[in-house]
């Protein structure tokens, strides 16, 4: 197969997609409208709820819900075959993962921008939007200190893109000074932002910066700790000071590399040196691994947080839910499809063959066993060959490459640290709706975030804590897109809208999930880790909880003749 071939389809399905089932879902299923009111100018207070121009606000949301996730997923997929991984990355996005995310966003918007667990409180019940809201937060928990964890690790690993990383952060700053307070033009000053970051990307390659070892504490520690206070002041700071820029940066970063990828597949054309299928020695079964391994780029739970959390407060009018959760989950099917080219046909070009793929991928612990710094080597070495073809040399590839990944992890990594912010104020409301006690201060609760990710590195000396509760994140995540699109059948039924555009994913989904937990519990029993085996036998129950619950509730509303009407978030007015 060539790789060109691939490509066209993926990119010409997608856009084909988004201008007939996006459209659909946008005007017909949830009558998407201009004058619908919307929590960034309700609530607007110039710190989380923001008004923002709907191509800033996907250069925001898009950054923040790739992360690592559509590089790593998609180049660990390919371990069953190019097929599997790419028809699960073309046609999860269109039927499962966009319409989860759109979903998220436009109910989290007609519900005064609260977060998906809070919203569950009205949409099922009470007593399930509380579980739920506890359930999310450990899956934050994990998030924000694995990624802590990751940026440490690709410090580490990459001293090379240091420099850019962190310039990137005054650069930004800067930036969202000129556009906001002086007025200036977005485009023009993200561009010149993003040259800047290019400029010091290539210093970089002289000016490495690798912190040492300073008696018991291992570099990567030392990187979680600067990295925390910074997730800290960047996840309090208001939106438009750094957050919004420094996305919109990265996201003008993102187009760049995959315009480059792109052009590198059709000056080169490599043919995939992947087979088409192969079952790896120690491989798990494709049912179900393949879907909680491929989760950004095809469908993520964590796209739900993100939508109904830092998103939804800077959407500016609901009809750019579609171009902006819809699109946006488009878009990270492109980037996941250029990383599966990469890893299956730019490993295998100047003469490496199907041996460059199988020095990677020749059996499991060579791939998912063996780590993060073997995972991302097939996808700096793929996508540098194909940057070769285009005249940039491989050096500098790989070290944009890296530069890349660890930018994407950033955002994620402080929006994720926001994220979980609002779900604790949420968490703790008091009868008045409002956060009780000292979670009412946006600085105290996000001390309490980042402390709680910190103390879960340091479970392990060599700050890899979050590893001991890692192995459930994959099955975690894909169950919480399952109950999110469970939400959002649950609010179709009550509007009396058609429900099959959310039923179907959310069967599929769940279905994957709840097998690959099993299964992984049966694991963890063999091998006596009663702590992964707790953690896995509560999710089991507050899912089949949650499942029953939410089908309660669709009777309830099929009986009714009258249709729902849902309540603008009457507690926050």
């Not at 966009?98 to 569950?120: C, W």
Request: a positive charge.
């Amino acid at each position: 197969m060539n790789s060109l071939v691939l490509m066209l389809i993926s990119f010409f399905g997608y856009i084909i997609a988004y201008n007939t089932y996006g459209k659909w879902l946008s005007r017909k299923l949830f009558q998407l409208k201009d004058d619908n009111p919307v929590p960034s100018k309700k609530f607007q207070d110039g710190v989380d709820y923001v008004p923002t121009k709907r191509h800033i606000l996907l250069g925001h949301h898009f950054t923040t819900i790739a992360g690592t996730g559509p590089i790593v997923g998609p180049a660990i997929g390919v371990i069953w075959g190019w097929l599997p991984a790419f028809l699960w990355v073309f046609l999860g996005p269109i039927f499962a993962g966009g319409v989860h995310d759109f979903a998220s966003l436009v109910i989290s918007s007609r519900h005064g921008g609260k977060t998906l667990g809070e919203m569950t409180k009205g949409i099922v019940s009470n007593r399930v939007g509380v579980i739920f809201l506890i359930l999310i937060q450990f899956l934050l928990w994990l998030v924000v200190a694995v990624f802590a964890m990751i940026m440490g690790i690709l410090f580490d690993m990459y001293p090379q893109s240091v420099l850019s990383i962190w310039m990137e952060v005054p650069i930004a700053i800067w930036v969202g000074y000129m556009v906001y307070k002086k007025g200036k033009k977005d485009t023009f000053y993200s561009i010149l932002g993003l040259i800047l970051l290019y400029v010091f990307a290539v210093i970089g390659i002289y000016l490495p910066m690798k912190i040492p070892q300073m008696g018991p504490v291992s570099p990567i520690v030392t990187w979680i700790v600067i990295l925390l206070v910074y997730a800290y002041f960047a996840s309090t700071f208001p939106v438009q000071t750094l957050l919004q820029p420094r996305d919109y940066i990265n996201s003008h970063e993102l187009l760049v590399l995959m315009a480059v990828l792109s052009i590198g597949v059709i000056i080169s054309r490599p043919q995939v040196v992947a087979p088409v299928y192969q079952h790896a020695p120690g491989a798990p079964n494709l049912w179900p691994v393949l879907f909680v391994t491929i989760a950004c780029g095809a469908i993520s739970g964590f796209h739900s947080l993100a939508s109904s959390g830092t998103t939804v407060k800077q959407l500016e009018r609901e009809t750019d839910a579609q171009f902006v959760g819809y699109g946006g989950m488009l878009l990270e099917g492109a980037l996941a499809t250029l990383i599966i080219i990469a890893v299956t046909a730019g490993v295998g070009m100047f003469g490496a063959g199907s041996s460059g793929y199988f020095n990677y991928y020749s059996s499991w612990s060579t791939t998912a066993g063996a780590g993060l710094a073997a995972q991302l080597k097939a996808i700096v070495d793929g996508a540098s060959n194909l940057m070769k073809t285009v005249g940039i040399p491989k050096e500098l590839g790989a070290t944009l490459m890296a530069i890349f990944v660890v930018s994407f992890a950033g955002t994620t990594l402080d929006s994720a640290t926001r994220i979980q912010r609002f779900g604790l104020e949420e968490l703790f409301r008091g009868k008045g709706k409002k956060p009780i006690g000292p979670f009412k201060n946006r600085y105290f609760t996000t001390f309490v975030v980042v402390i709680a990710a910190f103390g879960l590195c340091m479970v392990s000396p060599d700050g890899k804590g979050a590893l001991k509760l890692w192995p459930v994140f994959g099955a975690l995540n894909q169950l919480l897109a399952g109950l999110a699109l469970m939400i959002a059948t649950v609010y179709l039924a009550k509007k009396r809208k058609p429900i099959w555009p959310t039923l179907l994913p959310m069967i599929f989904m769940l279905l994957m999930t709840v097998w690959a937990t099993i299964s992984n519990l049966t694991g963890y029993i063999r091998s006596q880790n009663w702590l992964l085996v707790f953690i896995t036998l509560v999710t089991l129950i507050i899912a089949v909880w949650m499942i029953i619950e939410a089908f309660i509730s669709m009777a309830k509303a099929y009986k009714k003749k009258q249709v729902y009407q849902e309540e603008f978030a009457k507690s926050d007015e």
